[in-house]
DNA sequence: GACATGACGGCAG
DNA sequence: CCTGCCGCCATGT
């Protein structure tokens, strides 16, 4: 078997961040840990680096604990992550989610049913 | 193959 | 409350 355990993961992330609900955001520690690599919450970021250029992924959506834009710079000029955040209806100032806590989504939701 | 870095997070001091 | 260090794992040099 030559299947890599990476992909598996980046996987995995990318069918959380395309179920995050519009108007809503989440964390890459939220996500490492629904997956199981909850100390690895970097990888969650890396993944999505992966997919700056994936329309289809709403990466824009994923931002760290604090509801900071933290790779806010790793999004092309046009389509700028607080943009995006805005055009959905989430407030940011100085790169700060507004009323983040009352947005967060976690993926431990999805158990819920 | 070793060293440094990164879209993070938790804990210690 | 704020600062600093470590863990975690993949990628780049």
Redesign the pocket.
Known sequence: MYEK??ED?FGRVYEIVKLIPLGRVT???AIANYIG?K????????A??Q??YNKDIP??R?V???GLL??KQ??AVDAS?EQLLQQEGIKIENNQIQDFQSIFWTPEELEID
């Open positions: 355990l990476s993961f964390t890459y520690g690599l100390k690895s919450a970097r990888m969650v970021g890396w999505l680096n997919t700056k990466a824009h994923v760290n604990r604090q933290t790779g790793h999004f992550m």
